[in-house]
């Protein structure tokens, strides 16, 4: 199977795993929206290609305050892990205590398909 995904020249995707910090689902909650507010320029730029939650089980439904959160996963593009750690450090999420980026897995990613 063939990859479609195209990168820019000098730059890779990775895949990204932060774990939220403990007892950070008040947190959380509470800075969601500004969250999803400042993704967009991400999404936009090209820079986060996709991004949710890790949860620690399967949802009774979809009401953000029942979730069982673990932390995000996302992929980004960028050209070093350091560039990718810098822009986690700028989320909201990391600036509120929300996501322990210092223990941040961070992998260099080949996409072998993304169906849309």
Known sequence: MASSVS???GKFEFLVVVPDKPGALEKRLSVRSKH????VPHVEDGSWKMGG????????????????FAGST???????VEAV???LTQ???ATSGVWDVEKAQIYPFKCAFRHT
């Open 7 to 9: 990168v820019p020249k």
């Open 36 to 39: 999803f507010e400042h993704m």
């Open 74 to 80: 996302l992929v980004c593009v960028a050209d070093s």
């Open 53 to 68: 939650a890790i949860l620690n089980s399967v949802p009774k439904d979809d009401d953000p305050s029942s979730l069982d």
């Open 91 to 93: 989320d909201i999420y």
């Open 85 to 87: 750690r810098e822009q």
